[in-house]
């Protein structure tokens, strides 16, 4: 069980995003057949370079590293687990815990096997039980580990399975585009609302899961949920109601009986009569189109909070795509003084780790810089900016 008075000042990761050579995933097929999609390639390497990214982390001064298990790796082929590549992800587990980082695991961060997503994905009939007898695999590994994740942004994921079936649909893959599943804006299409029914199918996977991580180690378990901290313009609460459930409320009132919720945050959104407003480009947007809204932070935890009627949280993802580093800096200051208003107000947040460690392959593109630490991707080279030193300041402080 996690330590309740060690509060978690982390950087989080996940797999596919700077790994590497993810090449038996759903996605590395995708990004071979999608125009207009960057491929991730080596991506950060970190499949090998891992324990120079958490030391990185851990001489900054921070105690806590998220950072996910890839299914496609650890079950290349139905029924078949890879011993090498859980012992791989348990030496991860044991490099942090000798660096003095509590390891909080995610166990499905967007990509699926290759073979799952043919099988019919999130909507086959074996989908429940693949992803168990999988968890189950996966929970052997995970002694002394303190959180885990089921699943990273359901309600994100079933937005990108929304948008594909709509895709299928109009038979046009060749000329759409797709999106980065946090871009939203203006020059590109609207991210559809995802589908409620594959969201109720992604509960009923969580809930499955939950019990096998309850039942096989001593973990807080809990999913992460994407917020787009949503704002009615006059008139539109019910347009607001309306989304909110669609887009979070559905999975955040599934968290209900987890022991702790993930709170994953970076912008926020206006809704008015007809829906939500698209964000204009202005000069202070972030390099997703979102607009520059620090105080999301405090809405989405706020938020969080009601709708899951009070469960511990741990901020499990928050920061800014920025290739001006003061900017990171100042807009983490900011959402971290909004965070803390939440505690003063006797929200039980118990953790905040930071999106993301390393500039890494955002689905699809390699453009939008989130890290706390740059890397260059012909040498691998890691260098980390002052953001870096920064946050592990504010760990040491305990404080913002
Ligand atoms: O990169 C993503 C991550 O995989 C899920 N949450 C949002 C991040 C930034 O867009």
């Known amino acids: 069980m996690p330590d309740e008075t060690r509060f978690l000042w982390g950087a989080a990761t ?13 996605w590395w097929t995708r990004e071979g057949q999608v125009p207009g999609l960057e491929r991730s390639g080596d991506a950060c390497d970190s499949y090998h370079r891992y324990e120079e990214d958490m030391r990185l982390l851990a001489d900054a001064g921070l105690n806590a590293y998220r950072f996910g298990v890839e299914w496609a790796r650890i079950e290349p082929v139905p029924g078949e687990f890879s011993r090498a590549e859980l012992a791989h992800y348990r030496r991860m587990i044991d490099t942090a815990l000798g660096l003095g980082l509590a390891p909080v695991i995610t166990l499905h961060h967007f990509t699926n096997p290759r073979w799952f997503a043919e099988e019919g994905g999130w909507l086959g009939d074996r989908a429940v039980d693949r992803f168990t007898a999988y968890v189950e695999r996966v929970t052997e590994i995970l002694g002394d580990v303190p959180y885990v994740a089921t699943m990273n942004e359901p309600n994100m994921l079933a937005m990108m399975m929304t948008m594909e079936q709509q ?6 893959q ?27 199918a992604l509960v009923k996977a969580h809930h499955a899961v939950r019990d096998i991580v309850r039942t096989h180690t001593d973990a807080a378990v809990g999913w992460t949920v994407a917020n787009r901290a949503f704002a009615a313009r006059p008139g539109a609460q019910e347009k607001l109601a309306e989304l909110q459930y669609v887009w979070e409320d559905l999975y955040l009132e599934a968290s209900r009986g987890d022991d702790f919720v993930g709170v994953q945050s970076y912008s926020s959104q206006w809704v008015g009569k007809d829906g939500i407003e698209p964000h204009p480009q202005l000069p202070d947007n972030t390099q997703v189109g979102t607009a520059y809204r620090p105080d999301a932070l405090g809405m989405a935890v706020r938020h969080t909070w009601d709708v899951t009627g009070g469960i511990p949280i741990v901020v499990t993802e928050n920061g800014i795509a920025t290739d001006d580093d003061t900017r990171r800096i100042a807009y983490t200051q900011e959402a971290l003084r909004h965070l803390f208003a939440a505690v003063d107000d006797g929200i039980d947040v118990r953790g905040y780790t930071h999106w993301t460690a390393l500039d890494n392959f955002e689905w699809g593109h390699w453009g939008p810089t989130f890290g706390l630490i740059a890397v260059d991707r012909e040498t691998f080279e890691r260098r980390p900016k002052p953001s870096l030193a920064w946050l592990g300041d504010v760990a040491r402080r305990g404080r913002p």
């Open 167 to 172: 895709m299928l649909r109009r038979q046009q």
């Open 14 to 26: 996940a797999p596919h995003q700077i790994e590497g050579n993810n090449i038996n995933s759903d």
């Open 174 to 200: 060749q000329s759409d585009v797709w999106q980065s599943p946090t871009v939203d804006n203006d020059f590109r299409p609207q991210l559809p609302a995802p589908d409620t029914s594959i969201g109720e």
